[in-house]
């Protein structure tokens, strides 16, 4: 038992390999696979609620004791401080509006996480190299982090199918300001981060200068590369709400 404590929570063993490819290998394969099939069951288990907010509320608070938790393992088992155990990427913003949205269930709130939680979630999920290469195999953080992402894509996906929310194109212009705030106020933060300690992280959502693992971006200086990831994810968004929006009204139309 304290063997797989060490591994698991203390990511005790682990040796970073800058060779191995984790896009598409079975270890990313698997942990999107076991993504997939809680997606299901959570979907599954909704389908027989009477209740159909329910399941937000439990979500919501499934999302906050993940992140605590994950707070706990940096600052206990990694000896980070306490300001550096919290985390602002923008799908981490994405969880903290989706804790939020999921306890009020207030429409605006949906559109105001939108883009941070599902825009953020899937390419987390899909593109694993901020998370998977970091830890030892199916350790806390990338198990935390997988289930994070795709609880925050389950509750948008689960509060349209259960008309709890609409998506509305009209209503874009919400998702977008939220994101552009998100993406400002991550900067000044990472900002403050550096000046007060240069040693800590302080390039959440990459503002400062680009991941050197994406080279499409990475030879491109401040802040085009930032320009670059703030319109791919602003177009996306666009992408995702005409379809959302579609959907929603066939979802509307097949139960009025």
């Not at 682990?14 to 997606?39: C, E, I, Q, R, W």
Request: proline fraction near 4%; glycine fraction near 6%.
């Amino acid at each position: 038992m304290e063997e797989f404590i060490q591994y698991f929570w203390n990511n005790q063993g682990f040796v970073y390999d800058s060779n191995k490819n984790y896009v598409l290998s079975p270890y990313h394969l698997t942990m999107m696979g076991l993504m997939a099939m809680a997606f299901i069951v959570l979907w599954v288990i909704g389908n027989h609620l009477k209740n159909r907010t329910r399941l937000l509320t439990v979500v919501s608070f499934a999302l906050l004791v993940l992140e605590v938790l994950r707070v706990l393992n940096f600052h206990y088992a990694h000896q980070y401080s306490w300001f550096d155990s919290l985390s602002f990427h923008m799908c981490s913003i994405g969880v903290y509006l989706g804790i939020i949205a999921g306890i009020f269930k207030k429409k605006i709130l949906f559109d105001i996480m939108f883009i941070q939680a599902f825009i953020g979630g899937i390419t987390a999920i899909v593109i694993p190299l901020g998370i998977l290469p970091w830890w030892n195999v199916f350790s806390f953080i990338p198990l935390q982090s997988n289930l994070s992402h795709m609880l925050m894509i389950f509750m948008l996906v689960y509060a349209v199918k259960s008309q709890i929310w609409q998506i509305k194109l009209k209503r874009y212009y919400i998702a977008v300001i939220s994101f552009l705030i998100s993406a400002v106020g991550i900067h000044l933060l990472n900002l403050y981060k550096y000046r007060l300690n240069p040693s800590s992280y302080s390039n959440y959502f990459w503002t400062r200068f680009p991941d050197p693992q994406f080279p499409l971006i990475n030879s491109l200086e401040f802040p085009y590369h930032l320009i670059i990831i703030i319109g791919l994810a602003l177009f996306f968004g666009l992408l995702s709400y005409l379809i959302g929006s579609a959907i929603s009204k066939s979802i509307k139309n097949k139960y009025n």
